[in-house]
């Protein structure tokens, strides 16, 4: 695998992969990964995208994956970073290439709750959201209450002081993460109101996004129930809205759940059949 550089603004360098249509682009698209997932995880998912026209980035948030310094102990990167630095840049790169060609953003699960807080996203042509609700644990998927509750009144506040970060990997939770990008997360999660209600500009930041989302949630999201879904798309109150709930058998799949979406076998029945169409007049190959 062939990575590249990209450095943001403030000096960062964060690991970035760009998978190349074979002729000539048609549009961009920009890959935001969710909380603690390595970017490799999207990599079949972005080569068909690339088959189908598109030029398609994928890169890491600064402390994790390829991202991340040999050590995360004492590690200042905070959820900001990601947004207002990290994509910032990322999507910068990606338009520079495709210039005037439309650009799109798929966000997965936290990749859409930092759209508001990226500079630059009003030069987007539309937004893709999988899997993303509002994280407010509360509204959680009921299987998981019980699991989010000891992550943030136990396991989170009592690991990041002793290890200096988020120790995930120890327990099977999200992953390892700088604790700056934990704690405010956490506080996010807490909140009847997310995201809006704790962020003093964020209510703002969301109404001022005026690009087209499309959502597609999964009623078998193990993570996200409905709720959640329709709380965080609720806050873009002046973007027009195409609001998907998709059972797997209407898939005519077993199971999709939080990640299932990116999973190569799902090529036909969801990437073809949910994201194709709105990514404008890619051209199909004859093996769609």
Not at 81 to 98: G, I, K, N
Not at 108 to 127: N, Y
Not at 244 to 272: C, D, K, M, N, T
């Amino acid at each position: 695998m062939q990575y590249e550089q990209i450095v943001t603004e403030d000096g960062y360098t964060l690991a970035a992969r760009f998978f190349m249509p074979e002729r000539e682009p048609i549009g961009g698209l920009l890959i935001a990964p969710a909380m603690g997932v390595g970017q490799d995880f999207y990599a079949a998912f972005a080569r068909w995208a690339a088959s189908r026209g598109c030029l398609v980035v994928t890169f890491d948030y600064r402390g994790v994956g390829l991202s991340a310094p040999a050590t995360l102990r004492g590690f200042d990167a905070d959820v900001m970073d990601w947004a207002e630095s990290d994509c910032q840049a990322v999507l910068a790169a990606l338009a520079q290439r495709v210039g005037a060609r439309p650009l799109y953003w798929l966000g997965h699960s936290i990749g859409v709750h930092l759209l508001p807080f990226v500079p630059g996203h009003e030069r987007l042509t539309k937004v893709i959201s999988v899997a993303s609700g509002s994280g407010y644990w509360r509204e959680n998927s009921p299987p998981l209450k019980r699991r989010v509750w000891l992550l943030w009144y136990l396991i989170a506040p009592l690991t990041m002081p002793a290890f200096r970060y988020f120790p995930g990997k120890r327990f099977g939770m999200v992953g390892d993460l700088p604790s700056p990008a934990m704690r405010r997360w956490r506080r996010w999660c807490l909140h009847p109101e997310y995201v809006v209600g704790v962020e003093p500009a964020a209510r703002r930041l969301f109404a001022a996004v005026t690009t087209p989302i499309v959502s597609l949630s999964f009623s078998d999201d193990e993570f996200m129930s409905a709720r959640n879904t329709e709380s965080l798309h609720g806050f873009y109150v002046n973007a027009p809205r195409k609001m998907r709930r998709i059972a797997p058998q209407e898939a005519g799949v077993r199971r999709i759940g939080h990640f299932g979406f990116f999973r190569p076998e799902h090529e036909v029945s969801l990437w073809e059949r949910y994201v194709l169409p709105e990514l404008g007049e890619l051209p199909v190959t004859e093996e769609s």
